[in-house]
C-alpha cells in the first residue's frame, strides 16, 4: 500500500498544480448558464450544512477552516485517497478535530505529510481526501463552489430525499465506481468507445491516457506547455488531442481538446499499474462546466440534464 501511495503522490504533485492554459473546453460556459443548480435552502431543509468554497484559476476548491485549533487553508480532493495535513498543525493524537463553517469534526483520521509541489512548500494546510468526503457524507457542489457536510444534531437524510432534490433541479445521475486503493472513478464515451475516468476535483484539467490514441482514433499535436515535475522525468513537454465527442451520461460535449499524459508513471493506465482501469481523469474545469454534484457517501454524480444532439 506504501508503494502505491508513493506512485499516486508522485502523480499528484505533477498534475494537480500544473498550469495547462490550452487544455480548453470549448463550452466553457459558467454554472449559472445551465439552470438554477442546487438549491442550499434545499440542502438545508435536508439536514446539511453549507460551506462556502473558493475556487482558483487552476480551478482547485477551497475552504478557510480551523485544524487543532489553528487557521488552515484546505484543499477538497475526491482524488486524494486518505485525508492529509502539513505537520505543523497535527497534533500528538491519533485523530485531528476540523472546524469547517459551523461544524466541528473530532477524531478525524488524517495522515501527517509535508505537502509540496514544484518542490516548494504548498500554499494549503490539509488535503480533505475521499475518506472524509464518504465518512460525512459530503455532497460536493462543483458549480456553485459549496461542500456541504451533515449537521450533527440533524436527522440523517434518505438518499431518496437526496435525489428527488436534485431531480427536481434538474439533474440526472451517473453512477460512481470505487477502486482500491480508494477512488471514484466514472464510465464515459470518447470518439464513441468506453473510457473510464478518475474523478478527481483536485486535478486541475481533464485528461486522457497515451494509450488511448490509437483506440481512439486521435491525433497529438504539440504544445509548448511543460509540466513541472511529471513522473521520472522531472520537466516534460505535453501533446493534445481533440475529440471529436466526449458523452457522460446524457451530456455531450463535441470537440472537446484534452491533454495526453503517461499515466502509469503516476500509478494509473499501465497493466501493471495499481489503478489499471483508470484511463483518464475528470477533472475540475469539466466538473464545473457540467455543474457537477458529488454525492461522495453514495457514489454518484449528479450532472445537469440536456439531451445529446
Not at 493524537?93 to 501527517?112: D, E, H, S, W, Y
Amino acid at each position: 500500500m506504501e508503494s502505491v501511495e508513493r506512485e499516486r503522490n508522485r502523480w499528484r504533485r505533477a498534475h494537480r498544480f500544473a498550469r495547462l492554459p490550452w487544455v480548453v473546453l470549448l463550452m466553457a460556459t459558467s454554472a449559472s448558464c445551465f439552470g438554477a443548480g442546487l438549491d442550499s435552502r434545499t440542502m438545508t431543509g435536508l439536514g446539511f450544512e453549507a460551506i462556502e468554497l473558493r475556487r482558483t484559476a487552476e480551478n482547485h476548491l477551497y475552504l478557510s477552516g480551523r485544524a487543532n485549533g489553528h487557521r488552515a487553508s484546505c484543499l477538497v480532493d475526491t482524488g486524494w485517497s486518505y485525508t492529509t495535513m502539513q505537520p505543523g498543525k497535527a497534533s500528538g493524537g491519533g485523530g485531528i478535530t476540523l472546524q469547517l463553517g459551523r461544524v466541528t469534526f473530532t477524531n478525524q483520521p488524517a495522515r501527517v505529510e509535508a505537502l509540496r509541489f514544484n518542490g516548494k512548500p504548498a500554499s494549503f494546510d490539509v488535503v480533505l481526501g475521499l475518506d472524509f468526503l464518504q465518512s460525512q457524507a459530503a455532497v460536493l457542489d462543483c458549480g456553485r463552489h459549496r461542500l456541504y457536510t451533515r449537521r450533527p444534531s440533524a436527522k440523517e437524510p434518505k438518499p431518496q430525499e437526496l435525489e428527488t432534490a436534485l431531480r427536481r433541479a434538474g439533474f440526472q445521475e451517473v453512477q460512481l465506481s470505487m477502486q482500491s486503493p480508494p477512488a471514484l472513478t466514472v464510465h464515459a464515451q470518447a470518439n464513441g468507445q468506453a473510457i473510464q475516468l478518475l474523478l478527481d476535483s483536485g486535478a486541475a484539467w481533464s485528461c486522457l491516457d497515451e494509450r488511448q490514441v490509437l483506440r481512439l482514433g486521435l491525433k497529438p499535436q504539440p504544445s509548448t506547455t511543460r509540466i513541472t515535475g511529471a513522473g521520472k522525468t522531472g520537466t516534460r513537454t505535453v501533446a493534445v488531442a481533440t475529440l471529436r465527442s466526449f458523452v457522460l451520461g446524457e451530456r455531450e460535449f463535441s470537440p472537446l481538446t484534452l491533454a495526453l499524459f503517461d499515466l502509469a508513471d503516476w500509478g494509473f493506465a499501465a497493466p501493471e499499474a495499481p489503478l489499471r482501469e483508470v484511463q483518464g481523469i475528470l477533472g475540475g474545469e469539466l466538473l464545473a462546466t457540467l455543474n457537477a454534484v458529488i454525492d461522495c457517501q453514495q457514489r454518484k454524480l449528479w450532472i445537469q440534464s440536456r439531451p445529446r444532439r
